[in-house]
């Protein structure tokens, strides 16, 4: 079999400049030009040709839990978290705690907030 890497990350979203407005402040993500059609779908860069595509569907209910996140990586955990907290960026630990980092068994620390649609991301510190 052959092998496989990422590719990107799709989302549907309520409304994609809000999206867009968002990752652009909370990751500095490049927007990049969608070049598989003319929809409103816009994509982000998020680096080493991985890309997240966020596709516009206002009035499709969206659903998930912290179980569903992606997760992206940072050398400098403690400063990302200074940077949500700037931003007023509610973030918690898996449990739930209120502005709270996790370490996990492995060492890793991580934190989890929303996204505009309620879609779980995990910054942690794997680098």
Request: glycine fraction near 2%; charged fraction near 30%.
């Amino acid at each position: 079999m052959s092998n496989f890497s990422l590719n990107h990350i799709a989302l549907s979203v309520k409304d994609v400049n809000t999206s867009i407005d968002f990752y652009q402040k909370v990751f500095q993500f490049k927007e990049i030009k969608n070049t598989a059609s003319d929809s409103k779908t816009r994509w982000l860069l998020l680096g080493e040709g991985k890309e997240l595509h966020l596709i516009p569907r206002p009035d499709d209910e969206i659903k998930t839990s912290k179980a569903v996140h992606f997760a992206l990586s940072t050398l400098d955990i403690n400063q990302f978290i200074k940077h949500l907290i700037a931003l007023k960026i509610e973030y918690s630990d898996w449990r739930d705690t209120p502005n709270k980092d996790y370490i996990r068994k492995d060492g890793i620390i991580q934190v989890y907030f929303k996204d505009p649609d309620d879609y779980w991301i995990e910054v942690n510190n794997t680098i």
